[in-house]
């Protein structure tokens, strides 16, 4: 008797029954989700992973960074996993689907082996890793980039919060929540990564397709913009004599914003944040912080606007001072050309219309694709709206795209991946 492929024991309806569920850690009013990193909310999910993970019987894990490890034994328990997931934090206004498809996909897969009755000769592991989003501690993807060793543990300890709390004390915290979740030592071996994601854009859907394969991901450079002014009355305070900071944030926001446009529409070019003092409307601002994300498919060209932000932030300064500090640079990249051919081989496999993608936003698969072997696969959202209440994907898309996950794991767990 023929063995059925590892896809048709994929559940489309209990993956969905789980996203509805992780979904109420978190909601909000409109249907999106609120669960940032390290958060009571993301607390109370990351449990609930751990719940439905021992009652298939994997082994939930932790590390010094907090991501959670949910471990379906292999044949061979030496050999080194393969590593399936993605993320459960959110955005403040995210939606159901970012990050956490990944990571139910990955269970899914788990799932369907323990139906099919087999076990794969290398372990597989579900992976959810600690702050992609890096909406309250900036930057994102701290748990993987800590795993890969792309960054120091005390580096990432020591970033706050808006509100004053760093990293040490939220870790501390979810950390102690855990119960009966063994540590492991940061950065264990790994044959390889797989991640899974909606896409958070709008080609899938245009073209008609359920899966892409994605060849790689946009290179992103970061910064942090400081202009300090002084306070000043806002009735009394003659403009020859004040020194506006948020002014002079607005004028450098304004050239920064010209100067990184390009008749292509290729640079992305974001301010998301910005922070005044006082913060009252009638007093000078004293102090502006603002934040900038640069993105770009090109590295030559990602580093040439890249260098000229601080000088253009100097120029229009005027009276105010400024200070520009680089918080990440990470140049674009491609995805293995075998991992890509095993991912695309399972989308045909299952059926599933496919094509080949870029990636526009970054992911956790950036830091583990200088780790070990790695792939990345999309489904679509509607209307490519992500990073909002609004974000939505099919029940259809998510089981073929576990069902793609689980297919290419089946081939990676039994045979390693190529390098």
């Given at each position: 008797?023929?063995?059925?492929?590892?896809?048709q024991?994929?559940?489309?309806?209990?993956?969905?029954?789980?996203?509805?569920?992780?979904?109420?850690?978190?909601?909000?009013?409109?249907?999106?989700?609120n669960?940032?990193a390290?958060s009571?909310?993301?607390?109370?999910?990351?449990?609930?992973l751990?719940?439905?993970?021992?009652?298939?019987?994997?082994?939930?894990?932790?590390?010094?960074?907090?991501n959670?490890?949910?471990?379906?034994?292999?044949?061979?328990?030496?050999l080194?996993?393969?590593?399936v997931g993605?993320?459960i934090?959110?955005?403040?206004?995210?939606?159901?689907?970012?990050?956490?498809?990944?990571?139910?996909?990955?269970?899914?897969?788990?799932?369907?082996?323990?139906?099919?009755?087999?076990?794969?000769?290398?372990?597989?592991?579900?992976?959810?890793?600690?702050?992609?989003?890096?909406?309250?501690?900036?930057?994102?993807?701290?748990?993987?980039?800590l795993?890969?060793?792309?960054?120091?543990?005390?580096?990432?300890?020591?970033?706050?919060?808006?509100?004053?709390?760093s990293?040490?004390?939220?870790?501390?915290?979810?950390?102690?929540?855990?119960?009966?979740?063994p540590?492991?030592?940061?950065?264990?071996?790994?044959?390889?990564?797989?991640?899974?994601?909606?896409?958070?854009?709008?080609?899938?859907?245009?073209?008609?397709?359920?899966?892409?394969?994605?060849?790689?991901?946009?290179?992103k450079r970061?910064?942090?913009?400081?202009?300090?002014?002084e306070?000043?009355?806002?009735?009394?305070?003659?403009?020859?004599?004040?020194?506006?900071?948020?002014?002079?944030?607005?004028?450098?926001?304004?050239?920064?914003?010209?100067?990184?446009?390009?008749?292509?529409d290729?640079?992305?070019?974001?301010?998301?944040?910005?922070?005044?003092?006082?913060?009252?409307?009638?007093?000078?601002?004293?102090?502006?912080?603002?934040?900038?994300?640069?993105?770009?498919?090109?590295?030559?060209?990602?580093?040439?606007?890249?260098?000229?932000?601080?000088?253009?932030?100097?120029a229009?300064?005027g009276?105010?001072?400024?200070?520009?500090?680089?918080?990440?640079?990470?140049?674009?990249?491609?995805?293995?050309r075998?991992?890509r051919?095993?991912?695309?081989?399972?989308?045909?496999?299952?059926?599933?219309?496919?094509m080949?993608?870029?990636?526009g936003?970054?992911?956790?698969?950036r830091?583990?694709?200088?780790?070990?072997?790695?792939?990345?696969?999309?489904?679509?959202?509607?209307?490519?709206?992500s990073?909002?209440?609004?974000?939505?994907a099919?029940?259809d898309?998510?089981?073929a795209?576990?069902?793609?996950?689980?297919?290419?794991?089946?081939v990676?767990?039994?045979?390693?991946?190529?390098?």
């Amino acid at each position: 008797m023929a063995t059925l492929p590892i896809a048709q024991f994929v559940d489309g309806e209990r993956l969905w029954q789980r996203h509805m569920a992780l979904a109420r850690f978190g909601a909000l009013a409109n249907g999106g989700v609120n669960r940032q990193a390290l958060s009571e909310e993301e607390i109370a999910a990351r449990a609930e992973l751990v719940r439905w993970g021992r009652a298939i019987g994997l082994a939930p894990f932790t590390d010094a960074a907090g991501n959670l490890f949910l471990r379906l034994e292999g044949r061979d328990p030496s050999l080194p996993p393969v590593l399936v997931g993605s993320h459960i934090d959110s955005q403040p206004s995210g939606g159901k689907f970012d990050g956490v498809f990944g990571v139910l996909a990955a269970l899914e897969v788990q799932e369907a082996f323990r139906a099919s009755g087999r076990t794969p000769l290398r372990a597989i592991e579900t992976v959810a890793w600690m702050n992609e989003e890096g909406s309250r501690f900036a930057p994102g993807m701290m748990g993987s980039a800590l795993y890969a060793g792309a960054r120091s543990v005390a580096e990432v300890l020591a970033v706050r919060d808006p509100a004053g709390e760093s990293v040490e004390t939220a870790l501390k915290a979810l950390l102690a929540r855990d119960v009966d979740v063994p540590h492991r030592a940061l950065g264990r071996p790994a044959a390889a990564f797989l991640e899974a994601h909606i896409e958070q854009g709008p080609v899938l859907e245009l073209e008609g397709k359920t899966v892409g394969v994605v060849t790689g991901i946009q290179g992103k450079r970061t910064f942090r913009a400081t202009v300090t002014g002084e306070e000043n009355h806002a009735g009394t305070a003659p403009r020859s004599v004040r020194r506006d900071a948020l002014l002079a944030a607005a004028a450098m926001i304004g050239a920064l914003d010209v100067a990184m446009r390009d008749a292509e529409d290729v640079t992305r070019f974001t301010v998301g944040r910005l922070e005044v003092t006082p913060n009252a409307p009638s007093v000078v601002a004293a102090k502006a912080v603002f934040s900038i994300d640069l993105r770009h498919p090109d590295a030559g060209t990602l580093q040439r606007l890249g260098d000229r932000i601080a000088d253009i932030c100097r120029a229009q300064a005027g009276p105010c001072e400024v200070a520009v500090a680089q918080l990440l640079h990470d140049p674009p990249l491609s995805f293995p050309r075998d991992i890509r051919n095993i991912l695309a081989k399972a989308a045909a496999a299952v059926g599933a219309p496919w094509m080949a993608i870029a990636s526009g936003a970054g992911h956790d698969a950036r830091y583990l694709h200088y780790f070990c072997p790695t792939g990345m696969i999309f489904v679509p959202c509607r209307n490519g709206i992500s990073h909002n209440e609004a974000e939505w994907a099919e029940k259809d898309h998510l089981a073929a795209g576990a069902r793609v996950l689980a297919e290419a794991a089946a081939v990676l767990a039994s045979n390693g991946a190529p390098r």
